[in-house]
């Protein structure tokens, strides 16, 4: 499974937020830090910020802080805001089984599950500098 650029700068940005969520940081700092495109990333935090993920702050000293504790934030969140469910088979995502009966949809259950337990146990906590 490969992630898009959208979940790549997303987390690459939103690690460089304070995870005390004391201070507000300017989208221009974090695309000039983190060589991303501010066109770019001010549509990804648009997306994070109508998640209920990153909130922001107007004016001189304003920018973009969590909306929540980082502890509070899993990393699977921040990656379905931005790409949708992680689950690309039909037949997972469905509450029914494929209807050609294939006999792979197990495995492709299981593999839903563990990368969903997986992205879901990684807090933004582990991300952020505190």
């Known amino acids: 499974m490969k992630f898009s650029t959208r979940v790549e700068y997303g987390l690459r940005a939103i690690s460089r937020l304070?995870?005390?969520?004391?201070?507000?940081?300017?989208?221009?700092?974090?695309a000039k830090d983190e060589n991303i495109s501010l066109q770019y990333l001010e549509r990804i935090f648009n997306i994070l910020?109508?998640?209920g993920i990153v909130d922001a702050e107007k004016g001189?000293?304003?920018?973009?802080?969590l909306a929540r504790k980082p502890k509070d934030i899993s990393v699977l969140e921040v990656?379905?805001?931005?790409?949708?469910?992680i689950n690309p088979f039909r037949c997972v995502s469905e509450k029914t089984?494929?209807?050609v009966g294939c006999q792979v949809s197990p495995v492709w259950r299981q593999l839903y599950g563990q990368m969903s337990r997986t992205l879901g146990g990684i807090r933004l906590s582990k991300l952020l500098k505190e």
């Open 18 to 30: 304070d995870g005390k969520q004391l201070e507000c940081r300017s989208l221009r700092q974090i």
């Open 49 to 51: 910020k109508k998640k």
């Open 60 to 65: 001189a000293t304003g920018g973009y802080y």
């Open 79 to 85: 990656i379905e805001a931005l790409d949708g469910p």
């Open 97 to 99: 089984a494929c209807s």
